[in-house]
Nanobody
Framework: QVQLVESGGGLVQAGGSLRLSCAAS????????VGWFRQAPGMERELVAA????????DYANSVKGRFTISRDNAKNTVNLQMNRLKPEDTAVYYC?????????????????WGQGTQVTVSS
């Protein structure tokens, strides 16, 4: 099975940028659909962005379209999330998740493997 470890979170001012990385081990990440989710206090976990196995198809939440970009570096076995023009409402714990399928799935329960999460805090 694949193990996932997120990094790159932190504190940033509104309008700034962060780049999150999800490092996979144990299996080749190119065999998995990968999603970035986030969960703010008192809120349900929601999909932010997802990538097909090849990286050729991506999906984004409406709230982040045009600001966030998901990308794969299969040579490094990582999946990244570039976050630009951050807003205070982007504050959450961000999780990387994977499923051994290429079906278009978007619900947390449809992903089998999860990282431990990384905190992103955007100050106003």
């Amino acid at each position: 099975q694949v193990q996932l470890v997120e990094s790159g979170g932190g504190l940033v001012q509104a309008g700034g940028s962060l780049r999150l990385s999800c490092a996979a081990s144990g299996r080749t990440v190119s065999n998995y659909r990968v999603g970035w989710f986030r969960q703010a206090p008192g809120m349900e976990r929601e999909l932010v962005a997802a990538s097909s196995r090849s990286g050729g198809n991506t999906d984004y939440a409406n709230s982040v379209k045009g600001r966030f970009t998901i990308s794969r570096d299969n040579a490094k076995n990582t999946v990244n999330l570039q976050m630009n023009r951050l807003k205070p409402e982007d504050t959450a714990v961000y999780y990387c998740a994977a499923v051994h399928s290429d079906r278009i799935v978007v619900l947390p329960r449809q992903f089998n493997y999860w990282g431990q999460g990384t905190q992103v805090t955007v100050s106003s």
